[in-house]
């Protein structure tokens, strides 16, 4: 790892020697630096959920507290916003670029770009699907297909006793990102082994609450006989919750409701009986982030992958963490 640093640096220092600019950029090779002289380039998926809007907060004030300055973008769910934030922090010459990826796949490119600038890259909340890991520093998020897995466990538990069809609505998260591609594997896991449970309809609602209603709204119209609503966030079970009420079904009880997240909204619906269980996924990476910042930065080791603890929660668990809750 050291030298994979070092390296960089000194690709860094050649490119800066071509260009004919003598300040600026990594120079982790001389060892640590002051957190008030670290730049930190943040390129952010957008404001799509209450999930991202507390996961931004979260970094804000982490790199706050830290005295690090942190240069922030969003991207409104657009990759191409991504790359050019990112190409505009490497022209900068900040210290650190990490960003949280809208989609897994095309970020070979730019990410070589960071690399032979000498600026490393550390990667938020998602993933890619690069084959070269020598691209980003570490990985730093939650294990998207574990929590698949929690919310398909849930339902093979909660009709343990039927051997009546199970039918499945799934709203997916943003086409082609980390978390839709791995909740929708670690459900489709879960449920795998017993014939009763059928996936009758899957489509993507975007992480967004607006994006869930609507396709929620689309699906009954085609499959009115639905048991089961699993959406990969819980905005987008929000959109849902509104949808089912508006065609005069009753959420949590005539159509049960599974999503991912944990904020507030979800949590309120959840000890309101209108959702009925909820896999946790934080969004508080702000302080594991500067920590790796500072690490990378002097030239230390940091772990490839990251990976955040969370938990579950039924309808009695929401009501006893709900005053706890920070977002
Ligand atoms: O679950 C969703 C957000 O990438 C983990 O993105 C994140 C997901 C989160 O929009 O609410």
């Known amino acids: 790892m050291n030298k994979k640093i070092l390296g960089g640096a000194?690709?860094?220092?050649?490119?800066?020697?071509?260009?004919?600019?003598?300040?600026?950029?990594?120079?982790?090779?001389?060892?640590?630096?002051?957190?008030s002289d670290i730049v930190v380039g943040f390129a952010q998926v957008g404001a799509e959920s209450g999930w991202r809007t507390a996961n931004t907060k979260d970094i804000q004030s982490a790199f706050k507290d830290a005295g690090i300055e942190l240069k922030f973008s969003d991207a409104q769910q657009k990759q191409e916003n991504?790359?050019?934030?990112?190409?505009?922090?490497?022209?900068?010459?900040?210290?650190?670029?990490?960003?949280?990826?809208?989609?897994?796949?095309?970020?070979?490119?730019?990410?070589?770009?960071?690399?032979?600038?000498?600026?490393?890259?550390?990667?938020?909340?998602?993933?890619?699907?690069?084959?070269?890991?020598?691209?980003?520093?570490?990985?730093?998020g939650s294990d998207f297909v574990l929590e698949g897995q929690k919310a398909g466990e849930w339902l093979v538990n909660e009709y343990k006793d039927t051997t009546e069809p199970v039918k499945i609505m799934q709203l997916e998260?943003?086409?082609?990102?980390?978390?839709?591609?791995?909740?929708?594997?670690?459900?489709?896991?879960?449920?795998?082994?017993?014939?009763?449970?059928e996936v009758v309809a899957s489509q993507t609602g975007d992480f967004t609450r607006a994006g869930g209603k609507q396709v929620t709204e689309a699906l009954l119209k085609s499959n009115p006989?639905?048991?089961?609503?699993?959406?990969?966030?819980?905005?987008?079970g929000l959109g849902a919750i509104e949808a089912v009420e508006a065609a005069?079904?009753?959420?949590?009880?005539?159509?049960?409701?599974?999503?991912?997240?944990?904020?507030?909204?979800?949590m309120q619906a959840l000890a309101?009986?209108?959702?009925?269980?909820?896999?946790?996924c934080s969004p508080l990476l702000g302080n594991q982030l500067?920590?790796?910042?500072?690490?990378?930065?002097a030239g230390e080791p940091v772990e490839k992958r990251i990976l955040t603890e969370e938990t579950t929660f039924d309808q009695e668990q929401a009501k006893a963490a709900l005053p706890d809750r920070k977002y």
């Open 225 to 236: 006989d639905v048991d089961v609503i699993y959406a990969h966030n819980d905005d987008m």
């Open 82 to 140: 991504q790359i050019k934030a990112i190409r505009s922090y490497i022209s900068q010459q900040v210290d650190v670029i990490a960003f949280s990826p809208v989609v897994e796949s095309g970020w070979d490119a730019v990410l070589k770009e960071a690399k032979d600038a000498g600026i490393p890259v550390v990667l938020t909340d998602r993933a890619v699907d690069s084959k070269d890991d020598s691209l980003y520093e570490s990985f730093l």
């Open 173 to 197: 998260g943003t086409t082609g990102a980390a978390p839709a591609i791995d909740r929708a594997e670690g459900f489709a896991e879960a449920i795998k082994d017993d014939g009763k449970f």
């Open 272 to 280: 309101d009986g209108k959702i009925n269980y909820i896999v946790e």
């Open 248 to 266: 005069g079904l009753k959420p949590g009880t005539d159509i049960k409701i599974i999503t991912v997240d944990a904020v507030k909204d979800g």
């Open 290 to 297: 500067v920590d790796v910042v500072k690490k990378v930065v």
């Open 10 to 35: 000194l690709a860094g220092a050649m490119l800066l020697a071509l260009v004919g600019c003598a300040s600026g950029g990594d120079d982790s090779a001389g060892g640590a630096k002051d957190p």
